[in-house]
């Protein structure tokens, strides 16, 4: 045993190790920066790791015989430069053997982003439909081609293993003066499919090209021109040539059914109709979901059997209830259920319909239990619609599962990742969950995609709930003026060090939106620790059914108050489970 480490001590096998481990030791804290910099992925590291601990055992099979044949004493610059080339071998070797699998591109990720917990990869089944270009000159005409992109997009979306982005983040782009290559990074996407469409008395033109984002290079391209009555086939033939090239097959889930904005009956003035309602619904204002209405009524009278219509009209009244209260939002509840149980009547496999009935259920009757069944079964009709999923995320969070809306906000990001929304979604979970930096993060994220009055309020609560007054302050008045700072500024006094300035601003809120929103100033007596006045609140919102206490369960504001047996109490009422039902369940 002393014969073997004193050959040990001749052949310096000890201090080769040491050398060797300080230096690799060195280069992989370099080069994780770099990584992390140029969002390089984890294989690549990985790679090098790998090829650092084999690298060890051929120093030490060098030292044994270096040391044998007397040769000089190698430098620690010697061993740094061969541990460099270990590592270069390395990523060369992973690179090498990543030919073999599926084709993935990688794109870095803001550290700010929500998606930035691991590097985007971007499939090669992957596409984004821009928006198709108006070519007949008449502004008046947008509607057309925009619809006929999005049914590009809804019959894409049924092929399996085919991303395919929304329609929120892939329209954008239109006019965009970015190159192929910048696009499909930013929607993160391997391929584009744009053209053009010219409608003309009885005839369409359309062209489209499918697009290799990374080069510009034309994978397929087919100019048509096709009578307006076959405007049907148009389509099909388009879609299916899309997937052809995409090498992509339908989705073959037992659940899932056929979804189409078409009429059945194929009567192409009420589809021109729904196109157009479905171009003003697109535009979230007062007046544009009125005229939204009218276009889906017209296409109601043209074909009574159009359940695709019926539940787009429930969708549009709906919406258009949060521009009303008392008695005219209830009108239009009940338009809405009636348009909804048409829609399910002609249609019962319509995901849209179910998806349009557990809004209702939401938002009309606070019933999250049923919107949950409701919104399940659009799901498994739909099971790539963004907005049924999101929706399905966001009533789990309101059963008390925050935690179980993360990732499939998530995957929503990931197919529609420009769309400001869903970050508003995502950031609301994780302030539930008390991931505040989280939650600051996705926000600065969002705002960076279009500045909103509710991001930057919501900036001044992550503020309130560190308990910063002063900072929360600050944000507060940044907000525009309107309702969002009107509350942001009332939440962020209750903090602080001036009861006058707290008193008066709860003065403000009560004046201004007490009778309208009662659980949105019951959170301000909340923050004031007053339970009593907040419970009163909160009672009469549900009694009012106040839509805005479907979000009690991921209100963090409220759930400080979550162990008062009148928390519970309201919880029954609701339907909810409990807090100690909540915890007493089996994690799933």
Sequence with gaps: MNDFFQRLKQRKLVQWA????????????????IAQQFGWPDGVRRGITLAMV?????????????????????????????????????????RYTAVSQPKTAFVPVASSSPLASSVRAIPE?????????????????????????????????????????????????????????????KLG?????????????????????????????????????????????????????????LKAKLLNASDAATQSDRPPSGDLAAYNAFLQGQFYNQRNTEGDYRKAIEFFQTAIRLDPGYARAYAALAGAEIFLTDYSSGTQAQEG????????????????????AHGARGLLLIFADIDLAGAEAELKQAVKLAPNDLNLRASLAEVHASLGHPEAAIEPIRQTLAADPRSDGWYALLANDLMALGRLDEAERVTQEQMSLQTSAGAQARLSSIEVLRGDAAAALEKAEQVPPGKSHDFALANARQIGNDAAAADAALKTLIDKYGQTDPYLIAR???????????????????????????????????????DDPRFAALCKKMGLPTPAELAAAPKT
């Design 524 to 562: 301000c007596y909340a923050l004031r620790k007053d339970p009593d006045g907040m419970f009163d609140l909160l009672d009469r919102a549900w009694v009012e059914r106040d839509s805005n206490i479907t979000i009690l369960y991921y209100d963090p504001f409220l759930l400080r108050y979550k």
């Design 333 to 352: 509840f009940a338009a809405a259920r009636i348009a909804v149980d048409k829609a399910l009547t002609l249609d019962p496999n319509l995901a849209a």
């Design 18 to 33: 040491l050398a060797y481990v300080a230096a690799a030791f060195a280069l992989l804290q370099g080069i994780d920066i």
């Design 54 to 94: 084999v690298g060890f055992f051929v120093v030490l099979v060098l030292a044994w015989y270096h040391g044998e044949r007397g040769a000089q004493r190698v430098t620690g610059t010697e061993l740094l430069i061969l541990a460099l080339l270990l590592s270069l071998g390395g990523a060369f070797l992973w």
């Design 125 to 185: 089944k992957s596409v984004a439909v821009l928006p198709l270009v108006n070519q007949g000159g008449d502004k008046d005409e947008q509607y057309f081609s925009d619809g006929l992109s999005e049914d590009l997009i809804t019959a894409l979306s049924q092929f399996a293993g085919l991303k395919v982005i929304g329609r929120n983040s892939s329209f954008q782009f239109r006019d965009s003066k970015d190159d192929s290559k910048t696009i499909g990074a």
């Design 189 to 245: 996407v391997a391929h584009l499919l744009e053209g053009s469409v010219r409608r003309a008395a009885d005839a369409v033109r359309v062209s489209a090209e499918l697009v290799n984002a990374s080069d510009g290079s034309t994978l397929w391209s087919q100019h048509y021109d096709r009578p307006y009555k076959d405007l049907f086939k148009l389509q099909d033939d388009i879609t299916t040539a899309v997937a052809d090239a």
